[in-house]
């Protein structure tokens, strides 16, 4: 079975500071990969970053950087110097197995990050 | 890149009545297209994906059904809408091979 748990449902944080969104995923394929959206209070989602499962280099962009650990099945996201604007939902996902043919989704529960000037 | 059209943004139905929600996307061809629901709270749950024209799978079971008569169309309906189907509706759509997926906007639906 795939899964995607997100365990911090809310997250509050007052600006400048940096904080690490937890994501950890399941799966049994060896072909994978992980997603990074961010649902600000407007609704939309916003697609932040794609990681495969055989790409384990950490990446930065900005203000934002992910860590992509495999043995630990964890792909966390970090927001350096938090800002105001950076308050949203934010979902992590993954597309594996028969649904990566299909990219179909599957999303953690989110995490509520919150902002205070 | 991708332009994702959503419509409406927001509507009130009551309960039985009828639905349509309708996608269409720009700056793509063939693409894979994606129906999602948003109940209260957070969660985004896959209702329904396709990956051409006609080609429909459903991955709830539910009132609600999906069709897309064209590359670049994708409808929600229902005959008879339940207090249930409350919720935020998201069409996305993705080049294939897992590339990243773009949302529209939304409709939020209230029954």
């Known amino acids: 079975a795939q899964k995607v748990t997100q365990a911090q449902t809310e997250i509050s944080v007052v600006e400048k500071e940096d904080v690490t969104l937890d994501c950890v995923y399941e799966?049994?394929?060896?072909?994978?990969?992980l997603f990074w959206y961010k649902q600000p209070p407007s609704g939309e989602l916003v697609f932040l970053i794609r990681?495969?499962?055989?790409?384990?280099q950490n990446e930065i962009s900005g203000r934002y950087s992910w860590n992509f650990q495999k043995s630990t099945s964890s792909f966390n996201f970090t927001i350096t110097a938090s800002q105001v604007v950076d308050s949203a939902v934010y979902f992590c996902?993954?597309?594996?197995?028969?649904?990566?043919?299909?990219?179909?989704?599957?999303f953690g529960q989110g995490t509520t990050l919150q902002v205070k000037p | 890149s991708q332009t994702i059209h959503q419509w409406p943004a927001t509507l009130v139905q009551p309960v039985g009545s009828p639905l349509s929600l309708e996608c269409t996307v720009e700056?793509?061809?063939?693409?894979?297209l994606y129906w999602y629901r948003q109940a209260a709270g957070r969660g985004l749950q896959l209702l329904f994906y396709?990956?051409?024209?006609?080609?429909i799978s459903s991955e709830v079971p539910q009132n609600l059904s999906a069709s897309r008569p064209q590359d670049r169309q994708f409808i929600l309906s229902s005959k008879k809408l339940l207090l249930s189907d409350s919720g935020f509706y998201l069409c996305a759509c993705a080049d294939r091979y897992n590339q990243p997926q773009h949302f529209g906007d939304g409709t939020r639906l209230s029954i």
């Open positions: 700056g793509t061809s063939n693409p894979n």
């Open positions: 996902a993954l597309s594996a197995g028969r649904s990566g043919n299909t990219g179909k989704l599957i």
């Open positions: 799966t049994r394929d060896t072909t994978y990969y």
């Open positions: 990681r495969n499962s055989f790409d384990e």
């Open positions: 396709s990956v051409g024209i006609g080609q």
